[in-house]
């Protein structure tokens, strides 16, 4: 079974045809929102809004844990994360959509894993994302004629705040391609229950000190609109 978590951008599945809500409580609280369960292109598919129906959570204080265990718990086994970003490296900029195949974490004091006293869990985590869905991803992509850019690393931040120019040239350095502030620890925390879990990043502006001018919400508003678009093209081929 598949499930999607949106993120800015993506806080209802255009159509999802809708069978159930579902409130879901966990050892670890309540997830995000309801999960909803439908139909996309004639699959069965589970929906989750990462920041909640109403965009009220912020990267730093979403229930990651929560969310995936919930998810595990309806039976889902494969996972896509869809996220906005920052691009850091040129060739991705405003309205690109990237598969990336690696993480640098720069999180902290998040929830980031299952592992507990008595449960200590070191999982392996050489490559973040799931390959066989990756490819999956990258097929569909081809299919319906989205273009995607295939690999790439992801630089995960704490936020709610955007990087200083600093910042951005110092992920520059550490091999950073795009930047963003949620895909850990929801990456981490799906491989530690053994489910399989990919990403689809699109770039809504450049990061900080990479282009001219400040980085204001209505420029990443506008590009979130119509770069969903091409989003909700490639999940609908995939599921
Ligand atoms: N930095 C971090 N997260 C983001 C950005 C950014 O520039 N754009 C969208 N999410």
């Not at 209802?12 to 966990?26: C, F, N, P, R, W």
């Not at 995960?156 to 550490?174: C, S």
Request: hydrophobic share 40%; with cysteine.
């Amino acid at each position: 079974m598949l499930a999607i978590i949106g993120g800015s951008g993506l806080t209802a599945l255009k159509g999802l045809t809708l069978q159930d809500s579902i409130a879901v409580e966990t050892p670890y609280g309540m997830p995000s929102a309801n999960i909803e369960k439908g139909e996309l292109n004639g699959s069965p598919v589970f929906f989750l809004a990462r920041h909640g129906k109403n965009h009220s959570l912020t990267p730093h204080t979403v229930n990651y844990r929560a969310n995936i265990w919930a998810l595990q718990s309806l039976g889902v086994t494969r996972i896509l994360g869809v996220n906005a970003v920052g691009g850091i490296n040129d060739s991705m900029g405003p309205e690109v959509i990237v598969i990336p195949d690696q993480i640098v974490d720069y999180t902290w004091g998040r929830q980031a894993s299952f592992s507990e006293e008595g449960n200590v869990i070191h999982a392996d985590f050489t490559y973040p994302y799931t390959e066989e869905l990756r490819q999956q991803l990258l097929e569909a992509a081809y299919k319906v004629s989205v273009s995607v850019c295939d690999g790439g690393v992801y630089g995960a931040t704490q936020g709610p705040r955007l990087e200083t120019a600093a910042e951005i040239n110092r992920l520059e350095k550490d091999g950073c391609d795009i930047v963003g502030m949620t895909a850990m620890p929801e990456a981490i925390l799906a491989r530690e229950l053994d489910m399989q879990y990919a990403n689809i990043s699109l770039v809504v502006n450049m990061a900080a000190g990479r282009s001219v001018g400040l980085i204001t919400m209505d420029d990443i508003r506008r590009v979130l609109d119509a770069g969903m678009g091409q989003v909700r093209v490639l999940l609908d081929a995939v599921v």
